[in-house]
């Protein structure tokens, strides 16, 4: 699961700093946020977690999507080269179950994504 959210908060960083005319990246970052919002909240089912404890962290994975956009502006220009990548990548994350990506799957599209960065 550790991977899964690395992944993901690189690939939000990355779409909600820069292409945010771009609509079909910003449909898929926009749909892998909703994707890792929905995995945490399902993670948070059946544990014990007193009822205001479950409000502060429900409250604080709604608001995930925005924080990250605010908290990476600044890393705009130095991302162009991944808007294909990026996207291809988190197409193909978000047809995955909260289970599949917990167990951190070998996805080509990411794989190439990650290549990138080295």
Do not use: W, Y
Not at 87 to 111: D, F
């Amino acid at each position: 699961m550790k991977r899964f959210f690395c992944m993901t908060t690189l690939l939000l960083t990355i779409s909600f700093s820069t292409f945010a005319t771009d609509k079909d990246f910003d449909t898929a970052a926009n749909a892998l946020c909703e994707k890792q919002k929905q995995c945490i909240l399902n993670s948070l089912e059946g544990e014990k977690i007193p009822p205001e404890m479950e409000q502060m962290m429900t409250a604080s994975v709604n608001n995930m999507c925005a924080s990250m956009r605010a908290s990476f502006d600044a890393q705009a220009a130095k991302a162009k080269k991944l808007l294909k990548p990026a996207t291809a990548c988190m197409k193909s994350m978000v047809t995955l179950s909260c289970e599949a990506l917990e167990n951190h799957p070998e996805i080509p599209e990411c794989r190439q994504l990650e290549t990138l960065f080295k």
